[in-house]
C-alpha cells in the first residue's frame, strides 16, 4: 500500500511545468540539459552511469524513485534499455507517464505508483537497480536495500547515487535546515555507512566515485535559481516553502564546502546465493 505521507511530499516540485518550476529550471541547466530530473544530476551522470554499470539494450532496469520521470527516459533513450519507474508521488508519476508518451517510448518505459520499501516485483525481475539522490529520505534504508536485492537477479547490478553526508549529534539545527518543507525527511549517513548498508543487503561493491565540485556546482545553481525566483516560488508554494528551498540549498551548500557533504555513486553487483542480513 502507498504511504499517503509520502504521496503528499514533492508534489509541487514535480509539477515541472509549473510558472515558477519553469523559470527555476531554465536558469539551472544550460539549453537541453533540463530532461525531467529533479535531484542534482545532469546528464553526465546518466551517460557514465550507462558506460560504467554498464546498461545495455538488452536490460530491465529498475528505477527506485523515479521522481518525474526524466531520469528513466533519459537512460532508456542512451541505452536502449526497458525501464520500470517506482515512485509514490501521483504527480511525478502523471508527470513521468506523459514524458514517456512524448517521448515515444511505448512498452519500453512504465512508471508505477509504490513504494520501494515493498515492490510490486517478483523475486529476481531486474537486471539493473538504479537509484538517484532518493535514499537521504528513507528511514529503513537496510530494508529497502534487501527489497532491491530480493528483486534483482543474481549477478543484477545496484547503481545507487546518494547525498552523503558527516553530521554528528550536536548537528540538529543543520538537520532541521535539511528537511525541506516540513516534509521531506533527512536519514542521512555517511559514505562508509552507505557501503556497510550496501554489502550487507547481499551486494559486492565494485566501484564508488565521490562528486564533489560538480556536486557543489548543482547544488549553488540551484539555490541561486530559486533566490532569483523567490517571489514566483512564494506566489505557488507560500512565502514560508519559498524561504525554506532558499535555506535547504544555502545550508547543502555550507556543509559542501566544509567537506561534510558530497554525492557517492556505488556501484555493485548483487551475489549469488547471499541471503541479505537486514541486521
Ligand atoms: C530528490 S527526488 C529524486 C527523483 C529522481 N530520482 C530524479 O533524480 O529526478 C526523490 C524521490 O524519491 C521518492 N521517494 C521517497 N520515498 C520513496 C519510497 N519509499 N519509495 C520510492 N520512492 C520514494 C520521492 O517521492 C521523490 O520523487
Redesign the pocket.
Known amino acids: 500500500m502507498t504511504?499517503v505521507s509520502?504521496?503528499a511530499?514533492?508534489r509541487a516540485?514535480?509539477r515541472l511545468d509549473s510558472a515558477a518550476n519553469r523559470l527555476i529550471r531554465a536558469d539551472i541547466w544550460p539549453e537541453g540539459d533540463d530532461f525531467?530530473?529533479?535531484?542534482?544530476?545532469t546528464p553526465r551522470y546518466i551517460d557514465e552511469i550507462v558506460r560504467r554499470s554498464p546498461i545495455g539494450a538488452e536490460d530491465h532496469v529498475l528505477?527506485?524513485?523515479?521522481?518525474?520521470?526524466?531520469?528513466a527516459v533519459r537512460l532508456a533513450e542512451t541505452a536502449g534499455c526497458r525501464v520500470t519507474g517506482?515512485?509514490?508521488?501521483e504527480v511525478?508519476v502523471e508527470v513521468a507517464r506523459e514524458l514517456a508518451r512524448v517521448a515515444g517510448l511505448g512498452e519500453r518505459v512504465r512508471f508505477d505508483r509504490?513504494?520501494?520499501?515493498d515492490l510490486p516485483y517478483p523475486d529476481e525481475a531486474f537486471d539493473v537497480a538504479v537509484?538517484?539522490?532518493?535514499l537521504n529520505?528513507?528511514e529503513d534504508k537496510a530494508g529497502?536495500l534487501s527489497e532491491v536485492r530480493r528483486a534483482l537477479r543474481p549477478g543484477g547490478r545496484l547503481v545507487l547515487?546518494t547525498g552523503t553526508f558527516r553530521l554528528d549529534a550536536d548537528d540538529a539545527e543543520t538537520r532541521r535546515r535539511l528537511t525541506r518543507q516540513d516534509t521531506?525527511p533527512l536519514f542521512d549517513d555517511t559514505a562508509e555507512g552507505y557501503r556497510e548498508l550496501i554489502e550487507r543487503a547481499g551486494f559486492a561493491i565494485d566501484e564508488v566515485t565521490e562528486y564533489i565540485a560538480d556536486f557543489r556546482r548543482q547544488i549553488a545553481r540551484w539555490g541561486e535559481a530559486n533566490r532569483r525566483h523567490e517571489g514566483e516560488l512564494a506566489a505557488e508554494q507560500g512565502p514560508e516553502a519559498a524561504a525554506r528551498h532558499l535555506d535547504y540549498f544555502a545550508t547543502y551548500l555550507r556543509l559542501v564546502e566544509e567537506g561534510r557533504a558530497a554525492n557517492h555513486l556505488f556501484l555493485a553487483t548483487a551475489a549469488s546465493g547471499v541471503t541479505p542480513d537486514r541486521g
Open positions: 504511504d509520502l504521496d511530499r514533492y516540485l514535480h525531467g530530473q529533479q535531484s542534482f544530476i528505477d527506485i524513485g523515479s521522481g518525474a520521470g526524466g531520469p517506482i515512485e509514490p508521488n511525478g509504490g513504494d520501494a520499501r537509484s538517484l539522490n532518493v529520505v528513507i529497502l547515487l521531506v
